[in-house]
């Protein structure tokens, strides 16, 4: 995927030159391992810092909102459909963006990686299925499957649904993934066992918010829990107002979040918070066949109507 | 200052006998990373650590502090009257604290404790603590606690500094109460001749392993509002996603909102932790916010942790060096690259270097 780095930095400075955009929208090297940073061009000579390898995880459709120039973003499967979510709910239109489509194999757990190494780690390589990790006391290899988020592992949209140029050819879809298998084990337990699952899951949360901030879906003007007036949520660690965050950031994701993970990765305690949206889309996916962000054609499941929806929950 | 030597088992005993009459505080390991935490009945600290997650701070500065307690039943005597709520001042003892951490809280103390104002929720908790620190032996990538004023063995706002020789450990205690502390622990045996030397040598070995540096020198003696306006703040916010991490795993952040809170009949008047990177810290009751963008909030940030305490204190920078914000930034905002870039800012030139650190 290393090899995307040169065809980037090529379109990007072809699509400011030529005046089709004003801006591109990329990733750069993160000065520490494991950690590419998200990075805009506006001039053929700030494309030369754009990268690509295994750890552009930030979903960059985060990066859209509210900007009023046209814009190119490179954008992975993730990406391009919460690009289509943004369109959908607009926020953008479609021709305000170019979209630089990049097959994507997946990016690494930069939270899984540093668990499983011991030692600072300093360096990270890759070629196609092996990642390096190196530390001051020597390097350690891992095949690329066993370190990928738990997200990636288990993607079916490598390939950007929606693109104006693609970097690479179209990648095989993965199709023998299991993306619920987690929920399934929650919902076999019993109500006080699911309790326990997610007061344990957000006991180290210090409602930093990152997990809201990084989500492309949570563009709110004012987001619920930054009301005054009224206040919503109290400011303490109240494990109550933790909750309630929580379950009301995943439940405004329904039937849109895109499983992008940008949520988990960004979480400085190490949150598995994709287990609260999951479940949500495991519903529509049940429900509705819905899985968001694939077609600007047709409206998200909760903000339309059909005669044969599902209705028993209203009994 | 005396030298004494524990042996590896004296430690772990000498520890558990602190829990009377101290609250002991140690690095605890979780599922997935290390904790400064208050040590429960039976619990074992682990000192096989880099560094904790978050700061220490909140031992002293908990994210969240209930200041009084009020009623709101009238009928009752209490009604509306503000009781400062009980806290436990029992004597900390802070054990295996870094030096770095350590010394953040003399740079957060120029806040808490001024001849004007004193915070005597943070000084009480402040005056109650021993700090017995750790010395660094194996500093992280990211630490550049050596160009922030602090380093790996710092002693300054220690009580005492244990450095880990390999099969004991050798304790510098500095202070009478430190003294008293070791005496109660049963660390007594003084250090064989050749610990200091042994010391000093494991300390230029720390400190040569520290491979990253700040530069701090031309911070003071540049004009505010130069910095204010240089251009690069618009490239060093574009990734910021205005989360709370950078100010939360910071040792030196302190800013605070009060709040009251009702359940009932009954409330608290509650002080936590709040975020320069968040909208609602700086909105005006008249519903204006004078930090209104993101960029205005991430250089708020900087500018005052490189230059207005720079400036208002004389003391350097109100940074340790720790490197948790550089590990923990979800999108690698780095706070060496953003020194280095306003101490070196030229106005005249308007060279501003933005490569990576």
């Known amino acids: 995927m290393t090899a995307y780095t040169d065809k980037i930095k090529e379109a990007a400075k072809r699509l400011l030159e030529e005046g089709k955009v004003d801006v591109v929208i990329g990733f750069r090297k993160g000065s520490v391992p494991l950690m590419n940073q998200p990075h805009y061009a506006q001039s053929a000579g700030e494309t030369q810092q754009f990268i690509w390898d295994s750890n552009c995880g930030?979903?960059?459709?985060?990066?859209?909102?509210?900007?009023?120039?046209?814009?190119?973003?490179?954008?992975?499967?993730?990406?391009?459909?919460?690009?289509?979510?943004?369109?959908?709910?607009?926020?953008?239109?479609?021709?305000?963006?170019?979209?630089?489509?990049?097959?994507?194999?997946?990016?690494?757990d930069r939270h899984k990686i540093t668990e499983m190494v011991s030692g600072d780690i300093v360096e990270m390589t890759e070629d196609a299925e092996t990642i390096t990790v190196n530390t001051a006391s020597g390097s350690q290899n891992f095949n690329k499957a066993e370190v990928l988020q738990q997200n990636c592992a288990a993607c079916s949209h490598r390939n950007p649904v929606i693109y104006d140029e693609l970097i690479a050819d179209l990648l095989e879809e993965q199709t023998d993934v299991d993306m619920f298998e987690s929920v399934r084990e929650i919902e076999a337990m019993s109500a006080q066992e699911k309790w326990d699952y997610f007061e344990d899951l957000i006991?180290?949360?210090?409602?930093?918010?990152?997990?809201?901030?990084?989500?492309?879906?949570?563009?709110?003007?004012?987001?619920?829990?930054?009301?005054?007036?009224?206040?919503?949520?109290?400011?303490?660690?109240?494990?109550?107002?933790?909750?309630?965050?929580?379950?009301?950031?995943?439940?405004?994701?329904?039937?849109?979040?895109?499983?992008?993970?940008?949520?988990?990765?960004?979480?400085?305690?190490?949150?598995?918070?994709?287990?609260?949206?999951?479940?949500?889309?495991?519903?529509?996916?049940?429900?509705?066949?819905?899985e968001a962000g694939l077609t600007t054609e047709e409206r998200p499941p909760l903000d339309t109507y059909r005669p044969n929806d599902p209705d028993e929950f209203i009994k | 200052m005396k030298i004494v030597q524990i042996d590896k088992n004296q430690w772990t005993s000498g520890i558990e006998k602190l829990n009377e009459g101290h609250r002991v505080f140690a690095p605890v390991k979780n599922k997935l990373f290390h904790d400064f935490k208050a040590l429960e009945k039976d619990e074992k600290p682990d000192f096989d650590f880099k560094n904790t997650r978050l700061s220490p701070k909140s031992i002293v500065y908990p994210q969240s502090e209930i200041l009084f307690r009020f009623s709101l039943d009238q009928k009752s005597d209490e009604y509306r009257i503000l009781k400062e709520n009980e806290k436990d001042q029992t004597p900390r003892a802070i054990i295996g604290i870094r030096p770095c951490d350590a010394?953040?809280?003399?740079?957060?103390?120029?806040?808490?404790?001024?001849?004007?104002?004193?915070?005597?929720?943070?000084?009480?908790?402040?005056?109650?603590?021993?700090?017995?620190?750790?010395?660094?032996?194996?500093?992280?990538?990211?630490?550049?606690?050596?160009?922030?004023?602090?380093?790996p063995f710092d002693e300054k706002g220690l009580d005492a500094l244990v450095v880990d020789a390999g099969d004991h450990y050798l304790a510098k205690v500095l202070t009478e109460k430190a003294e008293k502390l070791f005496e109660a622990a049963g660390w007594t045996s003084a250090a064989e001749k050749g610990a200091q030397s042994r010391i000093e040598e494991l300390q230029s070995t720390a400190e040569s392993r520290i491979s990253t540096e700040i530069g701090t020198d031309k911070l003071k003696n540049q004009k505010m509002l130069d910095l204010y306006e240089a251009p690069f703040w618009e490239e060093i916010a574009f990734s910021c996603i205005n989360c709370g991490t950078c100010t939360y795993v910071c040792p030196t952040c302190w800013c605070f909102d009060i709040q009251d809170e009702t359940s009932g009949k009954s409330g608290v008047r509650i002080r936590n932790w709040d975020s320069c990177m968040?909208?609602?810290?700086?909105?005006?009751?008249?519903?204006?916010?004078?930090?209104?963008?993101?960029?205005?909030?991430?250089?708020?940030?900087f500018m005052h942790k490189l230059k207005y305490y720079v400036d208002k204190y004389d003391k350097g920078i109100q940074c340790v060096g720790c490197g948790r914000c550089v590990q923990m930034c979800p999108v690698n905002i780095d706070i060496r690259r953003v020194c280095n870039m306003m101490n070196s800012y030229d106005p005249e030139s308007c060279v501003c270097e933005v490569t990576s650190a």
């Open chain 2, 103 to 151: 010394y953040s809280f003399q740079l957060v103390k120029r806040n808490f404790d001024t001849p004007e104002y004193q915070d005597p929720y943070w000084l009480k908790a402040y005056q109650n603590s021993i700090f017995i620190a750790m010395a660094c032996n194996e500093p992280c990538s990211t630490c550049f606690c050596t160009s922030a004023g602090t380093g």
């Open chain 1, 203 to 290: 006991a180290p949360c210090i409602r930093c918010y990152a997990c809201r901030n990084a989500c492309p879906l949570c563009y709110c003007p004012q987001c619920f829990v930054d009301e005054s007036d009224p206040q919503w949520v109290g400011k303490s660690q109240d494990p109550m107002d933790i909750r309630t965050f929580h379950w009301l950031r995943a439940y405004h994701c329904a039937g849109r979040c895109t499983d992008c993970g940008a949520c988990e990765r960004v979480c400085p305690m190490g949150i598995k918070i994709r287990e609260f949206t999951k479940k949500l889309n495991k519903d529509c996916y049940d429900l509705y066949g819905w």
């Open chain 2, 278 to 301: 968040y909208p609602l810290f700086s909105l005006h009751a008249s519903g204006h916010n004078p930090r209104g963008s993101k960029v205005d909030r991430v250089r708020q940030r």
């Open chain 1, 58 to 108: 930030i979903n960059l459709a985060n990066y859209l909102t509210n900007r009023k120039e046209k814009i190119g973003i490179v954008a992975k499967g993730c990406d391009s459909r919460n690009i289509v979510t943004h369109i959908v709910e607009n926020k953008i239109s479609r021709d305000q963006v170019h979209i630089i489509g990049v097959p994507c194999t997946g990016m690494v």
